[in-house]
Structures are given as structure tokens and as C-alpha cells.
């Protein structure tokens, strides 16, 4: 099941098209190209997973609507960016299934068109009105590029695991819990509830990034979109990774990788698919249905609604996705 088509979704299906017709909203005198770009990375999919929360969260709280739907579009906003960065960073070529745009164009055009996009994810965050949101977006965004700026350098701590967590905090965690804490700012929550769905947003954003990573090493490029076992290649350790680590502290070509921080095409191979067969992927998925278990706590004080069930499946579906 992909995550569009999911029932869950349907709550919010009207609403994301207004999100989809707001990142679209033509962009003036400005450079056609942005608009190409923008419209290359929308219409080649996307699971949508950050704005639906927004959405999901906002309804759930009685948040009105139209800024509900500014804060879900500056957050996917904010991501896409993010990704059009990343992708250049990491030499990335394919992204949603499609040439990325540093396959297509100049490093200075693509970085361009990222900074473009983060302005624009600026002003949608600014259209929800809410200062207490603006700062925040603020705030998220230098988490994130601390974090890509971080494994740049490559700088590792003592503590792989540790590190881990930091990283997929600061990748994917920290925009996710702005995605319900704004949503249940925008629903004038009280601030207990504020926390609880931040917590919500925090532990699915964690349950995400680590299935994320378990695909990484036994997905097909074909659904995943992205090419396997890239993580591996550029010497990044994930959970599967730390996991078949703990079992087998003298496997040569995980040690290649931890010392040189990259691996020959051969080795690669080798090492995805003796992680893939270990119990290193069941270990890492017991991790992430744990952080879906906490998640799905913070939805114990809401009284019951479609939208919190909704919340819950979307929840479950975190560990359940191939896509
Ligand atoms: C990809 O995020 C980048 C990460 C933070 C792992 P998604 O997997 O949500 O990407 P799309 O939006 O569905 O393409
Ligand atoms: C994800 O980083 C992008 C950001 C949130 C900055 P990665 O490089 O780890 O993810 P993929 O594999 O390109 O999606
Ligand atoms: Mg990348
Ligand atoms: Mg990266």
C-alpha cells in the first residue's frame, strides 16, 4: 500500500490539494526555471508524510484551515529544498524515480534553486501568521543543515549509536515534531497537548528514518526510488549497520568502511547482503515499532476522533511501508 492511497489520507485528501496548488502558486517575474524545478519534483511523487500530519494534526484540533494548509506547504516546502541540497551534496542522481536536478544542471543553478525554495518555504511559514512558527521553522532548518554539515565533516564521537540518533534527529525527527507542534499551535492546544503532539511528530519522525535506513539495505531501487545500499557507499553507519556490527565486529568490509569511510563496488555488495540476511533488519525494525509504540502514547490524552485514528494508523504504517 502506498501511503496516498492509504484510507487514512482520505480525512485530508482535499486539503493536500490546496498544499500541492500552494507550493505550485505561479512565481511571478522570478526565473521560469524555479517553476520547472518546482513542478519536476512535485509531479514525480513524494509521499507527502510531513504535510499530512500537519493536515491530520490541524483538523484533529480544530485548526483553521488555511494556515493549516501555509504551515503543511512550507513544511514539505522546506524538505523539498532540503533535498534538492542534498542530492547535490551527495552526488545523488535520482530522487522520486527521476534525475535529480544536479544530474541536469550546473552545482550553481541547483544551489540556486534550493536557496529559492527555502525563501519560499520562508514566506509560506510566514502566512500562517504565527511568529512562535516562523521561529521555529528557523530554528529546524539550522538543526538540519547542522546535521548535513556534521556527517560532512564526518565527524564521529565515541559513540556510533549515539551519533546515529543525533543524525536522524536532526535529518528527519526535527521537522517532523514542527509539523505536529505547529499544527497543534495553529489548533490554540494548551501546552500540554502542544508537547504531546510535538512528542508524536519526534518518535514517528525517528520510526521513519530508521525504516528509511533499513531500506536502504533491503529495498528494490525500483520502489525506493533512490539506489540501494547508498548509505554503505558513503561510509555512512546506520542502525541495520550498527546492529550487524554488535554480531560481527570482524567482518572485513564493514571494517574497511569504518576506517577508510568508503567501499569498492564488490564490497558493497558483499556487505549489503550479509546485513540483509543477518537479524540486524528485524533488530532495527523492533527499534522502530518501539518509537511508533511511544508515539501513539502521546495520542492517549485526545479524546477520540477520526483524526486521531487516523494519527494512529498513519503511526503504524511507519514500520509497515516499502516505499
Ligand atoms: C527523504 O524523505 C529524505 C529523508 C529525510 C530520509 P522522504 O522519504 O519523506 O521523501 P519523499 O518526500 O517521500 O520523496
Ligand atoms: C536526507 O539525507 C536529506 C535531508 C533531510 C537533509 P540523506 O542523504 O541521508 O537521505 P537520502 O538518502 O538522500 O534521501
Ligand atoms: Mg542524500
Ligand atoms: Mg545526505
Redesign the pocket.
Known amino acids: 500500500m502506498k ?1 496516498m492511497t492509504a484510507p487514512f489520507i482520505d480525512l485530508v485528501r482535499g486539503e493536500l490539494k490546496l498544499v500541492e496548488e500552494d507550493i505550485r502558486a505561479r512565481i511571478g517575474k522570478h526565473h521560469p526555471n524555479f517553476g520547472v524545478a518546482i513542478e519536476q519534483l512535485l509531479s ?7 504535510p499530512t500530519l500537519t493536515l491530520l494534526t490541524g483538523r484533529m484540533l480544530g485548526a483553521e484551515v488555511e494556515s493549516t494548509v501555509k504551515l503543511a506547504a512550507a513544511i ?1 516546502m522546506l ?2 529544498a ?2 534538492v541540497h ?1 542530492d547535490l551534496i551527495d552526488g545523488s542522481m535520482l ?2 524515480g527521476l534525475p535529480t536536478l544536479n544530474a541536469q544542471w550546473t552545482p550553481g543553478a541547483t544551489v540556486l534553486t534550493g536557496d529559492y525554495m527555502f525563501a519560499r518555504a520562508a514566506d509560506l511559514a510566514a502566512q500562517t501568521g504565527s511568529l512562535f512558527i516562523m521561529r521555529r521553522f528557523a530554528e529546524t532548518l539550522m538543526t538540519i543543515v547542522n546535521g548535513e554539515i556534521t556527517q560532512l565533516f564526518n565527524d564521529q564521537g565515541e559513540d556510533l549509536r549515539q551519533d546515529y540518533f543525533d543524525r536522524i534527529y536532526a ?2 525527527a526535527s ?1 517532523f515534531e514542527v509539523a505536529t507542534q505547529g499544527a497543534a499551535v495553529l489548533g490554540n492546544a494548551g501546552e500540554a497537548l502542544i508537547e504531546d503532539m510535538k512528542q508524536f511528530g519526534y518518535n514517528i519522525g525517528l520510526a ?2 530508521i525504516v ?1 535506513d533499513v531500506l536502504d539495505i533491503v529495498g528494490q531501487e525500483e520502489r525506493v ?1 533512490k539506489p540501494i545500499g547508498s548509505d554503505l557507499q558513503q561510509g555512512l553507519i546506520t542502525l541495520p549497520t550498527l546492529h550487524y556490527l554488535e554480531n560481527h565486529p570482524d567482518n572485513q568490509d564493514l571494517k574497511e568502511v569504518l576506517n577508510n569511510g568508503h567501499i569498492d563496488e564488490a564490497g558493497l555488495a558483499r556487505l549489503v547482503e550479509a546485513i540483509r540476511s543477518s537479524d540486524a533488519i528485524e533488530r532495527s525494525l523492533t527499534e522502530a515499532r518501539q518509537f511508533v509504540d511511544s508515539a501513539i502514547a502521546h495520542l492517549a490524552q485526545l479524546p477520540a476522533s477520526p483524526e486521531r485514528n487516523a494519527l494512529q494508523d498513519l503511526a503504524q504504517f511507519m514500520t509497515q511501508r516499502s ?1
Open positions: 501511503l514525480s511523487g513524494g509521499k507527502r508524510v510531513r514539505e524538505h523539498t532540503t533535498l542534498d530522487r522520486r535529518k528527519t521537522l521513519f528514518q528509511d526510488g516505499v
